[in-house]
Nanobody, 129 residues
Framework: QVQLVESGGGLVQAGASLRLSCARN????????MGWFRQAPGKEREFVSA??????????YYSDSVKGRFTISRDNAKNTVYLQMNSLKPEDTAVYYC????????????????????WGQGIQVTVSS
């Protein structure tokens, strides 16, 4: 059973930074794609960022709305993926969800909610203006 636990959310002012962490606990399949999604009140869950491995190649993906401001990374030894969020804006306010999948996904596949088998509980990020 794969369990994902998010941490690092909170309330910040516009322009500030936060780093979200997603730790994978429990035994199970090897995970080759991990992603972040977010859901704002009254809106659908949307893709934010993902990181995947195919053989020795690591690929990262970002939505246009966060490209240049957010950075995804992973510490294999800690089974943890991070989302460094800089220059936060009020429109970044949402519940952020970590997702993981055993497949080494690429391209549009990493952006699909249905592509991921495992999800965290979500963590609130609030950016005030």
């Amino acid at each position: 059973q794969v369990q994902l636990v998010e941490s690092g959310g909170g309330l910040v002012q516009a322009g500030a930074s936060l780093r979200l962490s997603c730790a994978r606990n429990g035994r199970g399949f090897s995970i080759y794609t991990m992603g972040w999604f977010r859901q704002a009140p009254g809106k659908e869950r949307e893709f934010v960022s993902a990181i995947s491995w195919r053989w020795s190649i690591r690929s990262t993906y970002y939505s246009d709305s966060v490209k240049g401001r957010f950075t995804i990374s992973r510490d294999n030894a800690k089974n943890t993926v991070y989302l460094q969020m800089n220059s936060l804006k009020p429109e970044d306010t949402a519940v952020y969800y970590c997702a993981a999948d055993p497949d080494a996904m690429t391209g549009a596949q990493v952006m699909g909610i249905m592509s991921y088998d495992y999800w965290g509980q979500g963590i609130q990020v609030t950016v005030s203006s």
